[in-house]
């Protein structure tokens, strides 16, 4: 489905841009706020709080390569988030979804909370905390609809705050029929990969080299590492193997990420035509 333009508000009640944010799309009661866990005292002043809402818990990790996401829902937010704030120690920020005319119910909320959690693990970008999804939760049809509509909303509010939890970087063969496809075959490596607007996607089952050459650098060697220790690649037969799609800032990052050597990505990953990533999406804009 192709997407329609949209009209997105982004309220500072601080007026600090990285303190807390209010996003809404100005047609819809939905809002998702965006609250720093040092600013969370601010939040729970806040009337927002006292109503049911969706939540999710954000944090980088150390040892893993993909972000951390806690998905919950509650009918007492001030109590639940002063909880997870004393005893959850890897979230960062907290993303909460009200409804501006206070009609989220529980119900609501219990079914989004089940819905997003497989949402967040089907586009595979954030690792969640919630360990058992559960099971289905029975709601009746026209307030399922009302769910789904109100999860479209989220999506992309939260996308907007730079959160994309449920977009995922390369959904099947649709993308990937209308996106070229690019191919890195240096140093025993065998990739297939998506220059996109997010950065370099490489797929899942391209493979490369389990050496690293002594000029690769520290730094590319621990990311190497990490890759393997989050499990986004496995070592088979000799090989490294990537499990899944992985978002690389840059082609050149990913090219050495699979060559075990610097790279210029835009030199090495090459379409079905031989054209290299330079000559397809640098050289022609220039023209």
Same mark, same amino acid.
């Given at each position: 489905m192709t997407p329609t333009p949209k009209t997105i508000q982004i309220f500072l009640p601080g007026g600090d841009p990285r303190g807390i944010r209010i996003a809404e799309i ?16 601010? =939040?729970?002043? !806040? ?7 969706? #939540?999710?818990?954000?944090?980088? +990790?150390?040892? /893993? ?6 998905? %919950? ?11 997870? *704030?004393? *005893? ?9 979804? $009200? ?15 089940? #819905? &997003? ?6 586009? %595979? /970008? #954030?690792?969640?905390? *919630?360990? $058992? ?13 009302? &769910?789904?509509?109100? =999860? ?30 690019? =191919? &890195? ?9 998506? #220059? ?9 089952? +391209?493979? %490369? ?5 002594? +000029?690769? %650098?520290?730094? !590319? ?8 220790? +989050? ?27 699979? !060559?075990?050597?610097?790279? *210029? ?23």
């Open positions: 100005t047609t819809r009661i939905l809002q998702v706020i965006e609250v720093p866990r040092s600013l969370l005292p601010n =939040f729970l002043k !806040m009337p927002q709080s006292a109503q049911v809402a969706l #939540y999710f818990l954000i944090g980088d +990790s150390e040892e /893993r390569d993909a972000p951390q996401v806690y998905i %919950g829902q509650t009918g007492d937010l001030r109590a639940r988030l002063a909880n997870h *704030n004393k *005893n959850k120690d890897f979230w960062e920020r907290a993303l909460i979804v $009200t409804s501006q005319t206070n009609s989220l119910t529980q119900t609501h909320a219990l079914f989004l909370e089940w #819905y &997003c959690i497989q949402g967040v693990r089907d586009a %595979g /970008r #954030y690792a969640d905390q *919630n360990g $058992t999804a559960g099971t289905r939760p029975h709601t009746p049809p026209p307030l399922e609809a009302d &769910c789904l509509e109100i =999860f479209d909303t989220a999506s992309t509010l939260l996308a907007t705050l730079g959160h994309p939890l449920f977009v995922s970087l390369s959904s099947g063969t649709e993308m990937k029929d209308e996106q070229e496809v690019f =191919f &890195c075959c240096g140093s025993d490596a065998e990739g297939r990969g998506l #220059y996109t607007q997010e950065g370099f996607v490489v797929l899942k089952g +391209s493979s %490369g080299r389990i050496e690293n050459v002594p +000029s690769l %650098g520290v730094h !590319m060697e621990k990311f190497r590492e990490k890759l393997v220790s +989050s499990d986004t690649i496995q070592v088979q037969e000799g090989r490294i193997v990537f499990q899944k799609d992985h978002l690389f800032k840059t082609p050149s990052t990913a090219a050495g990420a699979l !060559m075990g050597r610097r790279a *210029n990505g835009w030199k090495e990953w090459k379409n079905e035509a031989g054209q290299t990533l330079d000559e397809v999406k640098r050289q022609s804009s220039d023209s």
